[in-house]
Each structure stands twice: as C-alpha cells, then as structure tokens.
C-alpha cells in the first residue's frame, strides 16, 4: 500500500443542472470520495453524482441527493472468482468486496439535478 494521493476536481453546472468533469489518469485503489458542495452556489438537494471509468465504465459510485452538505463515500466493488461467481465471506455469508483498481483510467464525474450554474468540489483519495 502506497502513500494516499488526492486529486480535487471542481464542477460548475450548466442550465440544466448537469456537469461531466474528468479526473486526472490514476493507477491505485480508490478509496475515498468526497463530495463538498459550494457554501454560496449550493447544489440542490436531489443532485446525483456518479463517478465511473472513462474508458471501461466501470462503475466506482452512483448516488442520489447529495444536494446541500458535504459526504464522504468508500466505494467498493464485489470480488469474483475465476468462475463469475461472487466470492462470500463464509458459506451463505455477505459477498466480500474491495476498494475499486484503477490501472491507468481516468474517472469520469457525472453531476446531474443540480440546479443551474451551481458549484463543488469532488475529492479523490487514492492509495
């Protein structure tokens, strides 16, 4: 495990409500997002963010009203085994998970329903 690496992305939202901003390229686990809605130009309070591989689309997080206060997320994804089948952590037990790797991607960061010309930041943490 490597040192923790940030990367601020900031978004502006046009007249719909909506901004499609990318992170730089990363290779590393994701493990923290943070979402810091502006304190003046505040998103609304049904704004969705997802964030997701620009170039596989792999999914890193989708979520709805994340509006008008600040949220901290630590997305994970499913484990696998060779076969497809979801890994448990015991027989009939959760299915385990891990923080999502990303080998060179960039993340693509979606705003929507934000209400227009509003602002934010979006905190990666990467290890």
Not at 15 to 38: C, K, M, N, T
Not at 39 to 46: I, L, Q, R, V
Not at 59 to 70: Q, W, Y
Request: glycine fraction near 10%; avoid cysteine.
């Amino acid at each position: 495990m490597g040192a923790p690496r940030t990367q601020t992305v900031a978004f502006e939202t046009d007249a719909d409500g909506d901004a499609v901003e990318h992170a730089q390229s990363e290779r590393g686990s994701l493990v923290h997002v943070v979402y810091i809605p502006d304190a003046t130009d505040t998103p609304a309070a049904g704004t969705t963010l997802t964030a997701e591989g620009a170039v596989t689309g792999i999914k890193a997080l989708d979520t709805v009203n994340v509006g008008v206060t600040r949220k901290e997320y630590s997305p994970r994804v499913q484990t696998h085994d060779t076969d497809g089948a979801e890994i448990l952590y015991e027989a009939g037990g959760s299915v385990a998970s891990e923080p999502l790797r990303l080998a060179k991607e960039r993340l693509k960061l979606t705003i929507a329903s934000g209400g227009d010309t509003k602002k934010g930041v979006v905190v990666l943490v990467f290890e």
